[in-house]
């Protein structure tokens, strides 16, 4: 059972461009977190979906920024028009369920870069 | 709104030492606690989870202790060695499982 993953692994987009931020999460998980962690800044959540639903968006961007997660295939995290200060590292963690004894899995995260 | 705090910031140690990090957190109705580990340019591994109902766990030379009524968390790490260097996170979950997160622990010990 592969971890969760994300892809890709670096990304380097110039000011302007679009960014898509793919994570595919655990098998039999339905439950997907992004978290973004700033340069020299801890990591703060973004948006919580499940399939085809956004539950919790109260960490996103109000401008440029939007998530998904369709019935089939991966998550995805999506950033419009990119600017120098999108740049770091974008987390994704997924859950098989939503209470207490729940441990969330992370992935190995994108690095974005804004050139 | 949750805060999450974790002290000390930075910590070195010799090989073999036994130490403690610290964790604190501003609103005590949590659904739980995590403590991860972070090593440079990597993801987040997950080391140990206390439910809110809990007290502590265990998990080979790694011990986490919660108190919820205080907002405090330690996590205790017995005769710590080269390879335990990293940083420390400390997470706590709110409802939805949605995590807050400390700033971290940046902890190297020396051989």
């Known amino acids: 059972n592969a971890g969760v993953m994300q892809n890709p692994r670096h990304l380097v987009r110039r000011r302007g461009q679009e960014a898509r931020l793919r994570c595919s999460p655990m098998k039999g998980h339905s439950h997907v977190y992004w978290y973004r962690q700033l340069p020299e800044e801890g990591l703060k959540f973004m948006v919580y979906?499940?399939?085809?639903?956004?539950?919790?968006e109260s960490g996103m961007p109000k401008e440029r920024f939007s998530a998904e997660f369709p019935k089939e295939g991966p998550s995805i995290l999506r950033i419009q028009q990119v600017v120098r200060g999108d740049s770091a590292a974008y987390f994704c963690?997924?859950?098989?369920?939503?209470?207490?004894?729940?441990?969330?899995?992370f992935g190995q995260g994108t690095r974005l870069t804004v050139v | 709104k949750q805060e999450v705090t974790q002290i000390p910031a930075a910590l070195s140690v010799p090989e073999g030492e036994n130490l403690v990090l610290n964790c604190s957190f501003t609103?005590?109705?949590?659904?739980?606690l995590q403590w991860f580990r972070q090593d440079p340019g990597k993801g987040l591994t997950s080391l140990l989870l206390?439910?809110?109902?809990?007290r502590e766990q265990t998990s080979g030379r790694l011990n986490a202790s919660l108190d919820k009524s205080s907002g405090r968390s330690t996590l205790y790490i017995a005769a710590s060695q080269p390879g335990d260097s990293a940083t420390y996170l400390c997470a706590v979950g709110e409802y939805g499982n949605k995590l807050v997160f400390g700033a971290g622990t940046i902890l190297r010990v020396k051989s």
């Open positions: 963690a997924s859950s098989p369920a939503v209470n207490m004894n729940t441990e969330a899995f």
């Open positions: 206390i439910q809110s109902s809990q």
């Open positions: 609103d005590s109705a949590i659904y739980n």
């Open positions: 979906l499940q399939k085809e639903n956004i539950i919790d």
